[in-house]
Each structure stands twice: as C-alpha cells, then as structure tokens.
C-alpha cells in the first residue's frame, strides 16, 4: 500500500539544473531511509543518494558528489533530489527508494530497497 511518485523530471542543457522529487504515502516516511537510484539508457541501475529518518546524515554516490544534494521534508512526506551542473551522463530514469528498516547503512545497494517509485526522466543535452 505504500506507494512512491516521482516527478520533476524533463529536459535541461548541460550545466543546468532540475529537481526532482519523491512523494511518498501509506507508510511511516518519517522512520524510512531514502535514497535516489538512476538507470541510463541501456545500463544498470545504480545509487545515486541516500539521507537518514531526520535528515541530518547523506551518502552520495561518487559520480554526483559535490554536484547533488538530497533532502527531505518529513511534514511533506517528500524527498528531493536537487541537480546541479547537469552533465549529459546523467541522463537516466531517476528513481526514488525506501528502506523501511530506518537504518541508515549508507548503502549502494537496491536490495536493501523496500519500495520504489515508477521513475521520473531527465535527459542532459549538451
């Protein structure tokens, strides 16, 4: 019955920046891990970001450090994604995903993933 959504997602120049984000419902946002997954074209999914229950701690990839932040607002049930100095490599559907445990693992793996959006699309031109 959980169900995330995605959105944000679109079409930005090289160098730009997008937000994306990540309503969730049916479950406790609050006590869940979350993080962003993404999958370009013809490749594997891979992480991208995690951040803890309240916020206080994130994990990045080393692929957008320095050029992603994640956050969350708990009163919102939502968790954002915002991108900057978009590169055309980071086209990919973005994903977002939960980890209903509340641990924060500072993993990279989907496995560790309970619940998953259905995919938001950004696509980097350059």
């Known amino acids: 019955q959980v169900q995330l959504v995605e959105s944000g997602g679109g079409l930005v120049q090289a160098g730009g920046s997008l937000r994306v984000s990540c309503a969730a419902s049916g479950g406790t946002f609050g006590s869940w891990t979350m993080a962003w997954f993404r999958q370009p074209p013809g490749k594997e999914r891979e992480f991208g970001a995690a951040?803890?229950?309240?916020?206080?701690?994130?994990y990045y990839a080393d692929s957008v450090k320095g050029r992603f932040t994640i956050s969350r607002d708990n009163a919102k049930n939502t968790v954002y994604l915002q991108m900057n100095s978009l590169k055309p490599e980071d086209t990919a559907v973005y994903y977002c995903a939960a980890d209903t445990t509340g641990l924060f693992r500072t993993s990279s793996s989907a496995r560790d993933y309970h619940y998953w959006g259905q995919g938001t699309q950004v696509a980097v031109s350059s």
């Open positions: 951040i803890s229950r309240s916020g206080g701690t994130t």
